[in-house]
């Protein structure tokens, strides 16, 4: 196997916790609001509303206290409380700034990464400013050698990617935890994809077992296995 030309790596839930942050906000605010509905309830409906403005809104926190209020809106009839709301965005604050906390294995494969000279990119999708403020935080941004903030992760993206750096699909690894951006475009791009799973997966980054049936990818436990790709 020939040594990539480029290798990015996902961030969030990759490198560090972020979904987890998620739920738990999510959790509470649940508790905070059980007068109006049942968590079941409110979870369902805020991940609807969440679907429904994926396309305005983007991923992240911002985009997360905005679809948590029009949840609360709408399942109230407007009767939820400036108090309540004032709860659910700062709520979302706290979600942009919690302390970046490495995953098991990151600045050993990074640092082993860099030694042998593979350039290192960072390719993540989300806010900018959020993305680029967890980056900060992280202390990691010495590693990479190029960082990309997308708003979405699918093939006409990595193809926009690959024809800006000049790199072959074949010559190209993406690492990361999601099935639907990190792996299913990249193999269907013929470029190399390793999936390293984390415990808990965002409902809209879910896939079927049928849309990944017929894809060739690697799957690792650990981060650290990666290094066993790059030769």
Request: with cysteine; aromatic share 10%; proline share 3%.
């Amino acid at each position: 196997m020939t040594t990539p030309q480029l290798i990015a790596f996902d961030a969030d839930d990759t490198l560090w916790p972020n979904q987890p942050h998620f739920d738990q906000a999510e959790a509470e605010l649940s508790a905070l609001l059980t007068h109006y509905a049942d968590a079941e309830t409110l979870s369902s409906r805020f991940n609807e509303v969440h679907r429904q403005n994926m396309h305005l809104f983007g991923y992240g926190a911002k985009s997360f206290m905005l679809c948590m209020i029009e949840t609360v809106i709408q399942l109230t009839e407007g009767s939820v409380t400036g108090t309540e709301i004032q709860q659910i965005i700062d709520s979302g604050k706290q979600l942009l700034s919690f302390s970046i906390e490495l995953l098991p294995h990151v600045e050993a494969v990074l640092s082993e990464l860099k030694e042998r000279g593979v350039p290192l990119m960072l390719l993540t999708k989300g806010d900018l400013f959020d993305q680029e403020s967890k980056l900060a935080r992280s202390g990691l941004g010495d590693y990479f050698d190029y960082v990309e903030i997308v708003s979405e992760k699918n093939e006409a993206t990595y193809r926009r990617i690959l024809s800006r750096y000049q790199v072959q699909p074949q010559d190209f690894m993406m690492i990361g935890n999601s099935l639907k951006s990190d792996v299913v475009p990249v193999a269907k791009l013929g470029a190399r994809a390793i999936y390293v799973p984390f415990y808990t997966t965002w409902i809209h980054e879910r896939v079927s077992a049928e849309e990944v049936a017929q894809l060739s990818f690697h799957e690792v436990a650990s981060l650290k296995e990666v290094l066993a790709y790059v030769s």
